[in-house]
């Protein structure tokens, strides 16, 4: 039997994590491999990249999935238990759980809609929240969705991660992020100054320039997703910023910010820039910081002006 795609890896590993222990991805894939009967030649089968076995591949997406539908909750690097929701979904659906099912749940939804088109999203009837249909799309949408769909995962990949590590390790993380974005000068430049501060609330202080003709204050919080920065926070560092006779300064969290605390950002004289998880880990990927290329696909078309005949 071949290797079953992700969707049909779902229930299984459900049914897995039933007994409510802690597992990870490769007890599951053994377990999926024994579940589906794989022979050594679909276990050695490898994605494009050679990277990963395409079994640990789709047990790595299927759990993705049930984890941003609440189905599964993620407790350390590549484990996993499941949630009272995974157990109900079990369930319900004796059968099969894939995408479809998936997305009677907002969280999902707002996982798995392009971007733009997240607001309001609430959890709706299949009718008003359709599967997309690849068949019904061009090539260049499908592989514009696929890409869209693999971003998202790796945003939430970059975010388990970094909460997962200590507050030193994300104070290098935002050196190595102002540095690939431009500004600070050189690195170990930035590193003197970044953490050392501690003067009302600031963390650091970096160059916007190479010539440090003006400088940017920097708070950089490692917060878990539900600890919301509320405006008294930014009015502090708003206050930090007076003292320090600074214009300039940049909030980077991997929480998020109230809409009070973007209120009072947008509405103080100083220049505050919020950067929570979701703009943290856009930037990241932008700029290369913490991912690496895995694969590049060059598409091709047809060269019309080599094609056009001279006028005789």
């Known amino acids: 039997m071949a290797v079953p795609d992700y969707q049909s890896c779902m229930r299984p590993l459900l049914q897995f994590c039933a007994d409510g222990r802690e597992k990870s991805i490769s007890e599951a894939a053994a377990f999926m491999a024994a579940q589906f009967r794989l022979s050594a030649e679909d276990l050695a089968e490898q994605i494009p990249s050679a990277k990963q076995t395409l079994l640990a591949n789709r047990v790595h997406w299927a759990r993705t999935y049930l984890d941003k539908a609440g189905a599964l909750r993620r407790t350390k690097r590549a484990h996993f238990v499941i949630t ?18 998936l997305r009677q749940f907002p969280e999902f939804l707002a996982f798995q809609s392009p971007k733009g088109d997240r607001a309001d999203d609430k959890a709706a009837p299949d009718s008003l929240h359709p599967v997309p249909d690849f068949s019904a799309r061009t090539p260049e949408e499908t592989l514009q969705a696929s890409a869209e769909a693999i971003f998202e995962a790796l945003r939430g990949q970059l975010l388990d991660r970094i909460r997962e590590l200590s507050p030193s390790f994300f104070e290098r993380l935002v050196v190595d992020l102002i540095v690939a974005m431009g500004y600070g000068g050189s690195r170990d430049s930035v590193i003197q100054r970044l953490g050392k501060s501690g003067d009302e609330g600031i963390d650091g202080v970096v160059n916007e320039d190479p010539l440090g003709l003006d400088v940017v204050y920097i708070q950089a919080k490692r917060y878990a997703a539900d600890n919301s920065i509320g405006r008294e926070r930014i009015q502090q560092f708003a206050g930090a ?6 214009s300039k300064g940049v909030f980077v969290t991997t929480s998020s910010f109230s809409r009070g605390a973007r209120e009072y950002a947008h509405r103080v ?3 505050i820039i919020l950067i929570d998880g979701a703009e943290l880990t856009r930037l990241m990927i932008r700029y290369g910081v913490g991912v690496r290329t895995e694969r590049t696909i060059e598409l091709r078309r047809i060269d019309l002006d080599y094609f056009e005949e001279a006028e005789a």
């Open 269 to 271: 004289p100083q220049r």
């Open 84 to 101: 009272d929701r995974g157990h109900a979904l079990l369930a319900q659906n004796p059968e099969r759980v894939d995408a479809r099912v």
């Open 241 to 246: 910023l007076v003292g320090q006779g600074a």
